[in-house]
């Protein structure tokens, strides 16, 4: 009984079921019925709650912050290693660290320290790379690899374009603005197979590495969407149009989207052709590119696994769910379509991305935060960390955001 106490314990506390075992002999099976025996069911938030609580009676803010600090430095993606139950720290392992670190520290300190350990990082990849904390800083090696950006090219093309046009930059010549255009996408077109730099892969993801250093250096933050200044912006230009609260995840990843790759080049809840015979909430026509918005709680916040007993448990839940609604209204309870779209539909489509080989990409979190003037904003974590990775195929990106 004891035994079964202490793996109840290290439960609550986040570890993983080969931890529990070869600390108290008791297998995560065993103890899972061992509680469903005894009446009890935990949630994840009875997890969170309970992890929140440990940490402040044995911790200091301090120790958090520390702890913080080198899990970040650790991994190189945190929510891949919580998802993964790979962080262990502070006497837990997380499965949500995010959840428990922003309830310990307060949202804004917590958010200080992420964009803190945010900033080393980059500027650890930076100089690994160029030797500079940015890739345009006088005498790295990115500028040094480019005599394009070399002062004696600047002066002789200035030069030249006032002798021969009367304006410092090309630019300010529409003539000759038009022609470059052309040429730039005849080059690109040759060299990259796109007409446009930003449809190209490694050209989008060092721009996004540029973009990413200069928000950080002028906001703190990596993306604009994390910025309440450029938030503010947003929501006010909304509330001016009317549409304030129609702020759904779907309408917000598609203008995110359709500002990075262009609105002709962005479709919508489309059905693109035989190797993905169902509606795909977005398509990038550039890049072949396959997303799913899965942020509905039926989708759950990741594939369903049959041989996975969390995820059986839940089905089973949602069965029970189902049994009681429609026992007590008569009617169809959502709970019967939670389960066909989870174990189903999504499945289904899986197989058949996986199948056919798409660039496929699934985005699971549809949340949503009370902005400071009480409005509602979607999350979307794993959509913004890929915006901020430079939009990058599927096969190049997080196994948990593909097949």
């Known amino acids: 009984m004891e035994n079964f106490k202490k793996a109840e314990e290290f439960y609550l506390r986040g570890f993983r079921g080969e931890y529990i075992k070869r600390r108290t002999g008791v297998s995560i099976q065993r103890l899972l019925k061992y509680l469903l025996k005894n009446g009890v069911r935990y949630t994840k938030d009875d997890i969170v709650n309970y992890q929140i609580d440990y940490i402040r009676h044995h911790f200091t803010t301090d120790d958090i912050k520390k702890a913080y600090r080198v899990i970040s430095q650790k991994f190189d993606n945190l929510d891949k290693a919580a998802h993964a139950k790979k962080i262990e720290c502070l006497g837990c392992g997380f499965g949500q660290h995010a959840r428990v670190f922003s309830k310990l520290l307060g949202e804004d300190a917590y958010k200080e320290l992420r964009n803190e350990c945010w900033s080393v990082k980059q500027h650890k990849t930076m100089q690994q790379l160029y030797g500079v904390d940015n890739a345009f800083e006088k005498d790295s090696k990115f500028l040094k690899s480019n005599p394009m950006y070399s002062p004696e090219c600047k002066e002789k093309r200035r030069q030249t374009m006032l002798a021969r046009y009367g304006v410092e930059h090309p630019n300010q010549n529409p003539e000759i603005k038009k022609k470059m255009l052309s040429k730039m996408k005849e080059t690109t077109k040759a060299l990259y197979g796109v007409e446009y730099p930003m449809q190209c892969k490694e050209i989008a993801m060092k721009s996004a590495a540029h973009r990413q250093e200069t928000m950080l250096a002028r906001y703190g933050a990596a993306n604009s969407v994390q910025i309440d200044e450029i938030r503010n912006q947003i929501f006010e230009t909304r509330r001016k149009r009317g549409t304030i609260n129609s702020s759904k995840a779907e309408d917000v990843l598609y203008e995110m989207l359709s500002a990075y790759f262009g609105k002709t080049d962005v479709l919508r809840n489309v059905c693109v052709d035989s190797r993905y015979p169902y509606h795909v909430d977005f398509y990038v026509k550039s890049r072949d590119l ?50 066909e779209m989870w174990t189903i539909s999504d499945v289904k489509k899986r197989q058949s991305a996986k199948m056919n080989h798409l660039n496929y990409l699934v985005f699971w979190d549809g949340s949503r935060k009370i902005h400071r003037n009480n409005c509602e904003y979607p999350r979307l974590q794993d959509a913004n960390d890929w915006f901020n990775a430079g939009c990058p195929d599927s096969k190049d990106w997080k196994p948990e955001n593909t097949y």
């Open 290 to 339: 396959f997303i799913e918005l899965n942020g509905d709680k039926g989708h759950n916040t990741h594939w369903f696994d049959e041989n996975n007993e969390r995820d059986v448990q839940i089905v089973n839940s949602w069965k029970e769910n189902q049994l009681r609604v429609e026992a007590e209204t008569g009617k169809k309870s959502r709970y019967r379509k939670y389960i």
